[in-house]
């Protein structure tokens, strides 16, 4: 039986079913995720072969570590709640809006340390997710 949380406009997913798949939605935000370590993986790239590897390495740990945190939340919105229902998918849809955002900026990030296209992605998905 489902119930709504009290908090929260989505139904919460059933314990007791059984094995889900992931939805194509949920294979894409996945897909932005490796987009967005890939954008600042080339700019460590390219700093260590212009030299200062190490200067970059801090900021390279801290904007994998954003986008691993944003990955690892919407993880856990998508197995919390059940994915069936139209507002679900808006909600997701929202969420890889600010992963774009998010994923678009992380190369600027990596290499000026203005953290406004980041905070704004951030944002965004945390509005989704406490909706």
Do not use: C
Request: charged share 15%; hydrophobic share 55%; glycine share 8%.
């Amino acid at each position: 039986m489902r119930r709504l949380l009290p908090f929260s406009i989505l139904p919460a997913r059933n314990p007791d079913d059984p094995h889900r798949a992931a939805t194509q939605l949920e294979l894409f935000f996945d897909l932005i995720s490796v987009i967005a370590i890939a954008a600042i993986t080339a700019g460590l790239h390219h700093a260590i072969s212009e030299g200062h590897g190490l200067d970059k390495l801090p900021v390279f740990i801290f904007l994998f570590t954003a986008i691993w945190w944003a990955w690892m939340n919407f993880t856990w919105f998508a197995s919390a709640f059940d994915n069936d229902g139209p507002t679900y998918r808006l909600l997701v849809m929202f969420i890889m809006g600010g992963e774009l955002i998010f994923a678009g900026g992380a190369e600027h990030i990596f290499k000026t340390l203005d953290l406004g296209w980041g905070v704004l992605g951030w944002t965004i998905m945390r509005l989704a997710m406490a909706m």
